[in-house]
Structures are given as structure tokens and as C-alpha cells.
């Protein structure tokens, strides 16, 4: 990427021990992000030098924003997100990619007239923000259904922690992770009969979730590089560990929730449906996947994610040096 970049994947000897790496969660502390708990209860960031700051995420935080403060080192991002901050002129650079697959759903009532996602003209919809919200907006665009509250569009509402959007039917339809979310609206009584699932991966306008993501200016210093080469190297070793050992990751993200709003049983089934989507990967971005999100994000018609092709918006420095040792 810059000589600076490559030149700092030669300082491992020399780094000092206990770099502090300040980390922003898309979310609240969950086995969605196991891998870092895991890196962080067994010691993989410690062996690495590096003293590593993970901090929970909620539906009011954006991690774009958080990062252009200066308050995070590296957030993880959905890659629609972030593609939009970078052209809104945040220069984020995609340094690994642990999550391979989409888990992103739409679940719908059953009884409300939607067979399909063209039927989604004319009903309300609750959403996550904060950039959460741009695959849905990019999908809809494609199949020509306006977001603007009108007959013939779609009434959007924004979703936070739980599912009552749904439940209380003020939304036929809401966003939902196949880990999270709709397992949520399982557990409150509702059969899958009940429901009609769209999965993104389904329809073609699946994009990649969960990137770590750093500032562009930060790659130019060979120190952070070599602290990053180090960062990603310990969190893939924690979502090797996870994926293998799936119910000891749950019950060590369960000691992480100060919250105590996490149950034994969710986490443990979210675990084994976050293992299929980190499946097969080892943290280097896929640039076929890479270009598929792209090419989504751009078939927005007169109103698209990105209005461009990115440039310099991810680097294999990173992984390909985290690999190599």
C-alpha cells in the first residue's frame, strides 16, 4: 500500500511490550464477537505485547464515528458501512476479514401478505442505523420499492436491542441476524410457521459484515502496522479457537457481558451459527466477495450506497504478514 506500511512489518523484535489497542464492537458484547473475547481470556493478545481495550457497541453507537474521533484504534464494521463513510470522506481501509458469509435476514409475519421481497411495497419494516441499514436500503432500491413512507413504499422504522417492533406488530417486517434476532422472536412464543425469512445470501445482495476496519493515516506509521500485523494475528488464532471449541467461547463472552443481559442458552446457540459464518476463512478478504459487495452496493439506481468504486479501501499487508508467521 506505502513503503511506510510494508516497512513496518519488520519491527515484531523491536515493538515494545503492551501496546494498547483500543477496539470498537459493532455491538453489544455477544459470541458475535467471540474471537476477540477469546484472544483477549486466553491470553493470545497478551503473548502478541499488546494490551487490548474491547469496547461494547449498542444501536446509538456508530463505530465510523468512534474511530474519526479517535476514541478506537480499529472498529469492526459491516463493509456497507464503511464503504459509505470512506466516500463520505472517512478514509477507512478494511485490514482483515474474519467473517466470510452473510448472516442477514428480513423476518416477516406470514399472515400479512408477503410471499416475497417484492411484496414489501406498501408495509413497514424496523431497521438497525447507523449504516446497519444500507444492504436493506441497497436491496430495495434494486427491486425499485421507495423507502419514503409512501403507499407504494415502504415505512421504515428503526429497531434497537430487541424485537417488540415486530412482536407488538408495529412492523410486518424486521432485520434479523441468523444468529441473534430471529431466535429472539422464537424464544417469545413465535413458531417458524409463523414467519417468512429472506437471507440476503439467497438473493444475491448479501455484502460482507464484520471487517476490522483501521484509518487509512494510521497505515503510514510502521509501528501501528506492526501492532495491527500483531492485533489480527492473536484474534484469528481466538476465532480458530472458538469456532473449535464452541460452547467454552459462549460461556467465556457470557463472563464478558457486564451487562448480565445475556443468557447461557442464546449465547451458546448464537456461537454455533456465528461458526458457520467465519467458516473456512482465516482473515484475508476475499476480493471476489470484496467485489460482490461492491457491485451491490453500486446497483442502487438513482439513489446508490456508493456512488463509485472505491480505491485503497482494503490491504492484504496486514493478513498476509499475520499469516506468514
Known amino acids: 500500500m506505502t513503503t511506510a506500511l510494508a516497512a513496518g512489518l519488520g519491527l515484531g523484535g523491536a515493538a515494545q511490550a503492551q501496546d494498547t489497542v483500543n477496539l470498537q464492537l459493532q455491538w453489544v458484547t455477544q459470541a458475535q464477537f467471540a474471537g476477540y473475547y477469546v484472544a483477549l481470556e486466553n491470553g493470545y493478545y497478551e503473548e502478541e505485547g499488546l494490551d487490548v481495550n474491547i469496547m461494547p457497541g449498542g444501536p446509538d453507537i456508530a463505530p465510523p464515528q468512534v474511530l474519526a474521533g479517535g476514541a478506537a484504534d480499529v472498529m469492526l464494521n459491516w ?19 474474519p467473517f466470510v458469509r452473510s448472516g442477514l435476514m428480513l423476518s416477516c409475519w406470514a399472515d400479512v401478505g408477503i410471499e416475497e421481497p417484492a411484496d414489501l411495497a406498501g408495509h413497514t419494516v424496523a431497521h438497525w442505523f447507523f449504516g446497519n441499514e444500507y444492504p436493506f436500503l441497497s436491496w430495495m432500491a434494486q427491486l425499485g420499492i421507495p423507502v419514503d413512507g409512501s403507499e407504494n413504499g415502504i415505512t421504515l422504522l428503526q429497531a434497537g436491542f430487541n424485537v417488540d417492533p415486530l412482536l407488538q406488530r408495529q412492523a410486518d417486517c424486521i432485520s434479523t441476524m441468523t444468529y441473534n ?24 445482495v448479501a455484502t460482507l459484515e464484520d471487517g476490522i476496519w483501521t484509518l487509512e493515516q494510521n497505515l503510514e506509521d510502521p ?21 473449535e471449541n464452541p460452547d467454552e467461547a459462549a460461556m467465556i463472552v457470557l463472563d464478558y457481558d457486564e451487562t448480565g443481559a445475556q443468557t447461557e442458552e442464546h449465547q451458546l446457540r448464537m456461537m454455533r451459527e456465528i461458526g458457520l459464518l467465519v467458516e473456512g476463512g ?12 461492491v457491485d451491490t452496493l453500486l446497483a442502487g439506481g438513482s439513489d446508490p450506497v456508493i456512488s463509485a468504486v472505491p480505491e485503497g479501501a482494503f490491504t492484504h499487508v496486514i493478513t498476509d504478514a499475520a499469516l506468514a508467521d
Do not use: C, H
Not at 463493509?79 to 476479514?97: D, F, H, K, T, Y
Not at 417469545?188 to 409463523?194: D, K, N
Open 79 to 97: 463493509m456497507p458501512s464503511a464503504l459509505a463513510a470512506r466516500e463520505a470522506g472517512l478514509p477507512v481501509v478494511n485490514i482483515a476479514q
Open 223 to 243: 509501528a501501528f502496522v506492526d501492532k495491527m500485523v500483531r492485533f489480527v494475528r492473536a484474534s484469528m488464532r481466538g476465532w480458530a479457537w472458538a469456532a
Open 181 to 204: 434476532e430471529y431466535w429472539q422472536i422464537i424464544d417469545a412464543g413465535i413458531s417458524p410457521e409463523e414467519l417468512i425469512t429472506f437471507k440476503y445470501e439467497d438473493y444475491g
Open 282 to 293: 482465516d482473515g484475508r478478504l476475499d476480493e471476489a466477495a470484496y467485489q460482490r459487495t
